[in-house]
Nanobody, 123 residues
Framework: QVQLVESGGGLVQAGGSLSVSCTAS????????MAWFRQAPGEEREFVAGISWIGGRTNYANSVKGRFTISRDNARYTTYLHMNSLKPEDTAVYYCAAGGRYNRGNVHEYEYWGQGTQVTVSP
């Protein structure tokens, strides 16, 4: 069992930067690939970035590649998403997830989810 709690997020102007964090409880955290998804109003939840449980291999959606960076600190049971050059279309609720494969980004594969944190980018 893994419980996930996101923090960070908020309101930022276009072109700005923001970071969100996801802290896990449960010793099994280090055995899971982790990922960030997002969901805008009226839209389906979409993959943003994933990171492997070992080796730090990463995968990004094309829409965020070069702007977002996912990382993890297994000693702190925490996964991070650093977001640069933010655009209004990045506005969404951001969720961290565990239990899927970082390189597939399939929302249906992920077993554990956080409650989400709002990121709003103003024009």
């Amino acid at each position: 069992q893994v419980q996930l709690v996101e923090s960070g997020g908020g309101l930022v102007q276009a072109g700005g930067s923001l970071s969100v964090s996801c802290t896990a409880s449960g010793r099994a955290f280090t055995a899971y690939d982790m990922a960030w998804f997002r969901q805008a109003p009226g839209e389906e939840r979409e993959f943003v970035a994933g990171i492997s449980w070992i080796g730090g291999r990463t995968n990004y959606a094309n829409s965020v590649k070069g702007r977002f960076t996912i990382s993890r600190d297994n000693a702190r049971y925490t996964t991070y998403l650093h977001m640069n050059s933010l655009k209004p279309e990045d506005t969404a609720v951001y969720y961290c997830a565990a239990g899927g494969r970082y390189n597939r980004g399939n929302v249906h594969e992920y077993e554990y989810w956080g409650q989400g944190t709002q990121v709003t980018v103003s024009p």
